[in-house]
């Protein structure tokens, strides 16, 4: 029987009770399907920062190296600045493990109604570069309170990294039915790094002939997203674009509580992390109604990354039972509680 080792990283606000329930749904799948699973749970959040000085304790990502994956729940807390919060946890651990391929899948699940009347062409996987670009942390700040004050942000483009996710975005697209690519760029505007991006993936795109694709500015992209959902299925975009594109790709599907992610390391080098993309949401921390969706769905991505198809599968219809009987959350218009959704969900597996 195979067995493998997850570190569970709540983090904050709602992380905490999110990773719990998805820990609980992947304990009880993996009763059913037969493998084994050994989940360790690390403190590592806000509320340690404000105690120690610290995020993650010295070599505590030396420690992360023996696991096959990592399951993150968020991070972020109104006692610390969401740049010292981010940097502190979230980025090191991507950065650290060369998690550079972030992968987000948006659809409407069975039940769920769209914001948009023609939500059900909704199919897409956007990959985001998630290594360097706008978030790649170059730059800085002079004069710092004086009048002549100026801080630089600078968006690093380099060609491996550049390469190496346009690769990813084409393998994507290669297995999915439609086999169509949409680059999301900024090039007009931005000359240098956005043309050089655009430039890798053209040369790239030579290896896949099978692929379609098709450039747009992303600014477009957003009319695109509302207007024309059908005319996009896998779609690649720079940091900070596909971070913004995929909240708003969310936001089209139902809710921000259903949208899954993996940060992926390809090469398998390093172990890759899984999370749900709502964030910390201390609005409606502690009161049990955060929508544990996002995280199931979050598993079930991770079990097909550990090679666990089967299960993976079998996950993602007791989520799609789960939700086309209609037992929601309020973030979806329900009255259901998380406990309530988790509940179900564990009946359907």
């Excluded at 990294?161 to 084409?170: D, E, L, M, S």
């Excluded at 007009?188 to 043309?195: D, I, P, S, T, Y």
């Excluded at 809710?255 to 749900?276: C, D, Q, Y």
């Amino acid at each position: 029987m195979k067995s493998y080792k997850i570190a569970a990283i709540p983090g904050d606000g709602i992380g905490k009770e999110v990773i719990a329930a998805g820990v609980e749904v992947l304990k009880v799948l993996s009763e059913k399907e037969s493998f084994g699973l050994r989940i360790e749970s690390f403190d590592w959040s806000s509320e340690r920062y404000l105690k120690t000085g610290s995020y993650i304790p010295d070599g505590g990502l030396e420690q992360l190296k023996a696991f096959d994956a990592i399951f993150f729940g968020a991070v972020g807390s109104p006692d610390v600045p969401d740049h010292v919060s981010l940097w502190g946890l979230r980025l090191p651990i991507c950065q650290g493990f060369d998690q550079y391929a972030n992968v987000r899948p948006s659809r409407v699940l069975p039940g769920v109604t769209s914001k948009l009347a023609n939500g059900n062409e909704i199919d897409w996987v956007i990959i985001r570069e998630n290594s360097e670009g706008e978030y790649s942390g170059a730059g800085g700040r002079v004069h710092r309170g004086l009048p002549e004050e100026v801080a630089v942000e600078v968006s690093t483009f380099t060609r491996t990294g550049v390469a190496r996710i346009h690769k990813v975005a084409f393998e994507i697209a290669n297995k999915r039915p439609k086999k169509h690519l949409t680059l999301v760029t900024k090039s007009n505007a931005q000359r240098h790094g956005m043309v050089l991006w655009d430039e890798i993936f053209y040369e790239v795109a030579k290896d896949f002939p099978d692929v379609k694709t098709q450039r747009v500015l992303v600014d477009a992209m957003t009319t695109l997203m509302v207007l024309k959902p059908g005319s996009l299925d896998t779609i690649v975009a720079s940091n900070l674009h596909a971070d913004i594109l995929s909240d708003l790709a969310a936001a089209l599907s139902g809710s921000l509580g259903i949208a899954p992610t993996a940060n992926l390391n390809p090469e398998r080098k390093f172990p890759s992390m899984f999370e749900p993309i709502h964030g910390s949401a201390f609005d409606i921390t502690g009161k049990g109604i955060a929508n544990p969706i996002a995280t199931f769905w979050t598993a079930s991505m991770m079990l097909e990354h550990l090679g666990e198809p089967t299960a993976a599968a079998r996950l993602m219809r007791a989520i799609e039972r789960t939700t086309e009987e209609q037992v929601f959350t309020p973030d979806l218009g329900g009255v259901h509680d998380t406990r309530a959704v988790t509940n179900a969900v564990k009946r359907a597996l």
